[in-house]
């Protein structure tokens, strides 16, 4: 995303906006033979929001997933918090306003991220959402994790709000955030995708329109969810319609 568009999110009244630093591990920069180049990318990615978004809107860093947890032997795990909290560490130092852990589906992998951002920012919010599939038995992430015990160990590892993103369209998320709401003792946020993605014409594209997100959007907002935003396939047009339609 260039500045253009940074600024077509902030005209259309986006008042959270999210770094590029998803992949910005020390683990997933290995792969391409940047770990040694963690902390300056990380921090210069807060640093270029930071300067596209001025005061107009505050800046979450965003820290993925890294399958650190995907082996049973203990040595993963730790590796997984270490590379962590370098990340964190480089994220708060820069000036990010928020650590948003994302996308999770490994609530051990989660909630290392999540204790590491609280250890490196103990003064600044810790958002923390995982991504779930509907099934036969309820919400689960793809490794296993209810929706239940999703939100209890993101409280208990110190999340200052919990939610869901990607994985989902609207509709579907309406659904997840009415147990998140049920279910968790801190604030919700949710982000769906515009849709679940298909191909067209040879691209993939996310299929559902401004309006229909709007729509949900209203509903979230009635449930009583804190944070209402956008994942993957938001336009700024999708943004603008979420904007009207929480501000009527």
Not at 41 to 64: K, M, P, T, Y
Not at 201 to 213: F, N
Request: proline share 6%.
């Amino acid at each position: 995303m260039d500045r253009g568009d940074r600024d077509l999110y902030l005209e259309a009244g986006a008042e959270i906006l999210t770094t590029n630093t998803f992949g910005g591990s020390p683990l997933k920069l290995r792969a391409h033979g940047l770990e040694h180049e963690t902390a300056r990318i990380n921090r210069r990615a807060v640093e270029l929001l930071r300067v596209a978004a001025g005061e107009r809107a505050w800046i979450a860093a965003s820290v993925g997933p890294t399958a650190c947890c995907s082996s049973p032997t203990a040595t993963r795990p730790r590796r997984g918090a270490r590379a962590f909290e370098r990340q964190t560490a480089a994220l708060v130092e820069a000036g990010a306003d928020a650590i948003s852990v994302e996308t999770m589906t490994d609530l051990r992998e989660a909630t290392l991220a999540v204790r590491a951002a609280r250890s490196a920012a103990p003064g600044i919010p810790v958002l923390a959402s995982m991504t779930f599939d509907p099934t036969p038995r309820g919400f689960y992430t793809i490794m296993g994790v209810s929706l239940a015990q999703a939100v209890a160990g993101l409280a208990d590892a110190g999340a200052d709000a919990i939610g869901s993103n990607c994985g989902n369209g609207s509709e579907t998320m309406v659904a997840v955030a009415r147990e998140l709401v049920e279910r968790s003792p801190r604030p919700v946020l949710v982000r769906p995708n515009a849709g679940l993605p298909v191909r067209r014409a040879g691209r993939v594209v996310y299929p559902e329109g401004p309006e229909p997100m709007a729509r949900n959007a209203r509903r979230l907002a009635a449930l009583g969810v804190a944070l209402i935003g956008g994942c993957c396939g938001t336009t700024p047009e999708h943004v603008r319609a979420l904007r009207d339609a929480l501000r009527s």
